[in-house]
């Protein structure tokens, strides 16, 4: 079947080169990343065009990504109940705010200053909970690597590109090396997927496809970044032995307003 009629997102002129029905001439990918407007535009060129039928691989794609992310949460509760046992319920009591701001704002970074007074207020000490959070934020982030993988095989599979096991393991490899120390903001996971394409011949033209479900995969992304690096917080202090019973917020645990994002630091006395 032509490339054409089963890719959802581009239109292009169509040729065979190293891989059968491979796109030509596709926009620049930067102008879309950069305007949303060209990303609506696109959807809305081939839904109208094709007929909504064009999304149901989407759709698919999202419903797979999201039930290996519901898993995946699945995992680090049990995980989280076997290392800190019943307490790790107050935990996530603690951790709905950021976790909903997360989701809602597709950026984990958004999040940090409420997720850094739950663990302090679970009872991490300030000592360990600021320097294990702001590290798992570099190193911890198990939705992004999950999405980045999601979404490389995803377009993989559109161009009909096959991928033995060995390839995909080193895939796997290189994504778990390239995803570190991604920024926590929206599109950040875009460049690391765009540089591996490169990497095993898959065209990068293939990110336009996942471009209008991006903000929504996104969310997903960034609530199991903040699970993960809660509960990863929250051992190392147990494992420290700094983990004292849950108690309010006192002056050393409240997060200065300059870290809060749209909050201006108060100004000290004496200065103008």
């Not at 997720?115 to 570099?138: C, D, W």
């Not at 911890?140 to 999405?147: E, F, Q, V």
């Amino acid at each position: 079947m032509n490339l054409a009629n089963r890719s959802p997102l581009i239109s292009a002129r169509f040729a065979t080169t190293r891989h059968e029905n491979v796109p030509l001439d596709v926009p620049p990918l930067s102008s879309c990343t950069e305007n949303p407007l060209a990303v609506w535009a696109a959807i809305m060129a081939t839904v109208s065009k094709n007929g909504l039928g064009v999304l149901w691989k989407l759709i698919v794609f999202m419903g797979g990504f999201y039930l290996s992310l519901l898993i995946l949460w699945v995992i680090l509760v049990v995980v989280g109940f076997i290392v800190l046992g019943p307490r790790y319920s107050h935990l996530l009591r603690l951790i709905r705010e950021p976790l909903m701001i997360a989701f809602s704002t597709a950026s984990s970074e958004a999040a940090y200053p409420k997720t850094l007074e739950g663990l302090n207020r679970f009872g991490a000490s300030s000592r360990i909970s600021s320097f294990v959070l702001p590290l798992g934020y570099s190193f911890n982030l198990d939705g992004t690597m999950m999405y980045c993988t999601f979404a490389s095989i995803f377009i993989a599979q559109t161009y009909h590109i096959d991928m033995p096991l060995g390839t995909q393991l080193a895939m796997l490899a290189t994504l778990m090396i390239t995803s570190k120390g991604v920024a926590g903001v929206p599109r950040a996971s875009l460049v690391v997927i765009a540089s591996t394409l490169g990497q095993f011949g898959i065209p990068e033209a293939g990110l336009l496809m996942i471009m209008g479900i991006d903000t929504f995969l996104d969310m997903g992304r960034s609530a199991t970044n903040v699970i993960g690096n809660s509960l990863a917080t929250a051992v190392v202090a147990k494992w420290e032995g700094e983990l004292v019973p849950e108690h309010a917020l006192g002056p050393d645990d409240v997060v200065p307003p300059d870290m809060i994002p749209g909050e201006v630091p108060e100004m000290q006395a004496g200065h103008a």
